[in-house]
């Protein structure tokens, strides 16, 4: 009985944090799913869904466990942009083609537009 109020108490003392991520490079479902399942193996992650309409992520975590700065570095570190955290570059290679930010296609400058 006492064993039962003491585990009672304890989950009751950790404290949870819902944070929205701006994540721009997200492109796809594909993407959704590897953060999603990247982030779910975190300690104290809870709950985790990726828009990737909207470019955010929505993360409930234990703030005993974790800490947003972690959690940017655990997106980073799966090769997306998080907030101001930019993709590790060798995860981002690693990327499937359809999850990697759309190449900007620079026209030359006419000698008008030089002056």
Do not use: W
Request: charged share 25%.
């Amino acid at each position: 009985m006492i064993a039962g109020c003491m585990l009672t108490i304890s989950a009751a003392a950790q404290a949870s944090k819902k944070v929205v991520i701006q994540t721009p490079s997200v492109q796809c479902s594909m993407c959704k799913t590897k953060i999603e399942s990247y982030l779910k193996r975190e300690p104290g992650i809870q709950a985790v869904n990726v828009d990737y309409k909207k470019k955010t992520t929505t993360v409930t975590f234990l703030t005993d466990r974790n800490n947003i700065e972690q959690i940017k570095t655990a997106i980073a570190n799966a090769g997306y942009d998080a907030d101001d955290v930019t993709a590790d570059e060798t995860a981002y290679t690693k990327l499937p083609k359809c999850c990697k930010k759309p190449k900007v296609v620079e026209t030359p400058a006419t000698e008008e537009q030089k002056q």
